[in-house]
């Protein structure tokens, strides 16, 4: 069965930085695009950023551009988040989700109901 397990949270100065993992299984995790999502209690679920199947593309929201990172290793199954210039507003809790079309060819937001498996998430809080 698809699996996607977060891991790289905790606690972060502001400015400082975390990398984000996602180790995916149970699908071909090198024909999908891959997605960072995030959601803070009481808000609704932003999305962060995606990749390409192929790791050719990427897109972010506006407030972490130049400041995060998305990547992927199709060799080891695994996604990742570099986040780099740490604020108090980007405190949440990540998620990692995987898209239901194979091989989309295009990045940026969509609709959410076009993820299929999400991971448990992973909180990253930014505080002094």
């Known amino acids: 069965q698809v699996q996607l397990v977060e891991s790289g949270g905790g606690l972060a100065q502001p400015g400082g930085s975390l990398r984000l993992s996602c180790a995916a299984s149970?699908?071909?995790?090198?024909?999908?695009?891959m997605y960072w999502a995030r959601q803070v209690p009481g808000k609704g679920l932003e999305w962060v950023s995606n990749i390409l199947s192929d790791g050719s593309d990427t897109a972010y929201t506006d407030s972490v551009k130049g400041r995060f990172t998305i990547s992927r290793d199709n060799a080891k199954n695994t996604l990742y988040l570099q986040m780099n210039s740490l604020k108090p507003e980007d405190t949440a809790l990540y998620y990692c989700a995987k898209d239901r079309q194979r091989r989309r060819t295009v990045v940026g937001a969509i609709p959410f109901s076009e993820y299929d498996y999400w991971g448990q998430g992973t909180q990253v809080t930014v505080s002094s």
């Open positions: 149970g699908f071909t995790f090198s024909s999908y695009s």
